[in-house]
């Protein structure tokens, strides 16, 4: 196996992005939970180490996200899950990371499923639908394998391809979203590299289904792929609990 969590690098953070980051954590894990008041700014800078403003800052990015609410003569309260930024590519990597919710992954499996098993029918219902694609992105992604390449570049844009391929004009206006949605759940620090080469035979097998213009097999292949999602995001998530 040649790729590696260590072949993706950090970018280096602001003072801002790291108090969002911080805060940010304290909302997913559950430390201050929906309808908390928050410590005040001055609080906060010194639990870490940052002034009232960049405080001030980091929050009024959370708000626009939906995860708080400031209210004059109460406070900074943490809102309820279903007024958050969903599909927020920021807040699927903090739920992620720092939710350790099985809940979370169940809603997600089941979104996923609804979507590309849709996907999948309708693209091999089309004759038109062009399955050289998949298999270009398989391709791409055992070169990834092998040490040629990156993996999640050709992932993304296999479920993308599919999602196009629809023509649906709402999958096609939830692209933005479902772009973030595939980007987090795909991400390197979700998807571990010793599965990317047992769901790479999953994905051959979608784009076999596809080209055949079976869209009950396409449906069969895609929900098992999707099941091998789930296993692996809970087994991830146990990992990073420990």
Not at 47 to 61: D, F, N, P, W
Not at 76 to 104: G, H, M, N
Not at 145 to 152: M, V
Not at 214 to 221: I, N, W
Request: proline letters at 5%; a negative charge.
């Amino acid at each position: 196996m040649h790729v590696t969590e260590q072949q993706i690098r950090t970018p280096v953070r602001s003072l801002h992005q790291e108090a969002v980051e911080a805060i940010a954590k304290w909302l997913t894990s559950g430390r201050y939970p929906v309808g908390t008041i928050l410590p005040n700014e001055a609080e906060i800078g010194d639990e870490l180490g940052i002034s009232r403003t960049v405080v001030r800052e980091a929050v009024r990015t959370l708000v626009a996200k939906g995860m708080l609410q400031v209210r004059r003569k109460t406070g900074t309260i943490v809102r309820p899950l279903s007024d958050w930024s969903l599909f927020d590519p920021e807040v699927l990597a903090w739920r992620f990371r720092y939710s350790r919710d099985p809940l979370f992954v169940e809603d997600m499996a089941r979104f996923r499923a609804a979507i590309e098993t849709i996907a999948v029918e309708i693209c091999a219902s089309n004759p038109d639908f062009d399955a050289g694609v998949l298999y270009d992105c398989c391709d791409a992604m055992e070169a990834a394998l092998e040490g040629r390449g990156d993996w999640f570049a050709p992932d993304l844009a296999f479920h993308r391809h599919l999602l196009e391929g629809t023509g649906n004009q709402f999958i096609l206006h939830m692209l933005p979203m479902l772009d973030n949605f595939f980007d987090a759940m795909l991400s390197p620090e979700v998807l571990l590299p010793e599965n990317m080469r047992i769901t790479l035979p999953y994905h051959r097998a979608i784009a076999d289904a596809i080209a055949a213009g079976d869209p009950v097999r396409s449906r069969k292949e895609m929900l098992q792929l999707v099941q091998k999602g789930r296993e692996d995001i809970l087994a991830r998530l146990e990992t990073m609990s420990n």
